[in-house]
């Protein structure tokens, strides 16, 4: 275990660990319900501290997960009241949050509508430093890495309490990355500011969705959810997933068969949004990736007319049998899977190689 009492952290930058509680995953529709900022000096204690419950006069959304009711909420000042207050403690500091983009999104559109600006030029995301790390955990869960580097989590979704454990996980990690001379993961907030990509447009599908993703891998039809930043343009890579036979769709649903991210622990809405269909499915999942299991596969026949939704193609492809056709598993094109493995080496976000959430029914 690393010792903190010998701690120093970078003096290049005034360390400000901030956490809030929202009514919802979008900056720009939902609104901030708490806020806490930790400021830290250079050996990891802390020297000053801003926590607030704000009322927005607004529904405060996911109630059993932040447990801040209208009525806890009621007494609480209006975001533009703290501002200012606020704004003395972020000035000049790099904001170091847990997914600090959610934060920074969120606190930024608050001081927005506030009439004024967020005073951070930059951020560091302790999920993004932990991985950087590879720390020997599941996942990157604030409360996993609290029991990794054993701090007390007293009230889990509480913006102070998680803002005095990230700010020990970040301590403790800031110490392991001077050790193993690593950088830390401080990028600038100008350029980098969540922007929605390209809507996929809606092309008709003419298989039927067989259900959820399976051991036995992707089957035409299935219907497909991309979600956060891809290295192929977003629209190229749903382009080619429906030349595949894939339903490629904007939105997660109960219909959703399959997600898929580079990376689901990056908590985007549509990832948050599967693992919650997933735990009201009653799987046994116990996180949202999961490995791929594409391969070459033989040919089959296409649906008959009884079951094709194109009517086009009813004559070509009718059939005496009154039972649904058994579905074929998606195939490489032109034979053989590019690059000739199992991973078609496209894009790390492929439905060949990405992680994949089944969403459940």
């Known amino acids: ?5 010998t701690t120093t952290l970078p003096r290049d930058h005034r360390w400000v660990v901030v956490d809030v509680e929202t009514s919802g995953l979008r900056p720009n529709a939902h609104r901030v319900l708490s806020v806490a900022a930790l400021v830290l000096s250079e ?5 000053r501290e801003f926590s607030t419950l704000v009322n927005p006069d607004c529904d405060p ?6 447990n801040l ?8 000042p209006r975001f533009e009241d703290i501002s200012r207050d606020l704004a003395e403690v972020l000035d000049g500091g790099t904001l170091v949050a847990h997914n600090a983009t959610f934060d920074y999104g969120f606190l930024d559109a608050e001081f927005r509508r506030a009439g004024t600006s967020l005073p951070v030029q930059k951020r560091l995301c302790t999920m993004a430093l932990s991985r950087r790390l590879e720390l020997d955990v599941p996942n990157f869960r604030l409360s996993t890495l609290a029991q990794h580097w054993q701090v007390q989590q007293l009230q889990e979704h509480d913006a102070y309490d998680d803002a005095r454990v990230l700010s020990e996980v970040f301590v403790h990690s800031a110490a392991l990355a001077d050790s193993l001379q690593l950088p830390l993961p401080v990028v600038n ?28 891998g992707l089957v035409q039809g299935m219907k497909v959810v991309i979600s ?7 629209l190229t890579l749903a382009a080619r997933m429906t030349d595949a036979g894939l339903d490629v769709m904007n939105q997660v649903s109960r219909q959703t068969s399959v997600l898929v991210c580079n990376d689901p622990l990056v908590q985007t809405g549509k990832v948050r949004k599967a693992m919650a269909l997933n735990a009201r499915s009653s799987t046994n999942r116990n996180s949202i990736g999961c490995s791929p299991r594409c391969g070459p596969v033989s040919r089959r026949s296409r649906p008959s007319s009884t079951w094709c939704r ?3 193609r009813t004559s070509k492809h009718r059939s005496s049998s009154s039972s649904p056709p058994r579905r074929p598993r998606l195939r490489p094109r032109h034979g053989r899977w590019p690059g000739g493995s199992r991973n078609c080496g496209r894009d790390a976000a492929c439905c060949c190689s990405a992680a994949r959430t089944s969403t459940g029914y």
Do not use: F
């Open 310 to 312: 194109n009517p086009s």
């Open 69 to 76: 009711t209208r009525e806890r909420l009621a007494g609480a």
């Open 43 to 47: 050996d990891g204690t802390v020297e």
């Open 228 to 234: 956060g930043s891809t290295t192929t343009p977003r």
């Open 189 to 216: 907030c100008r350029g980098r500011k969540a922007v929605y990509p390209d809507s996929v447009p809606r092309v008709a599908c003419d298989w039927q969705n067989p259900g959820r993703l399976a051991d036995a």
């Open 1 to 5: 275990m690393i010792d903190t009492h």
């Open 61 to 66: 959304g996911p109630v059993h997960v932040h």
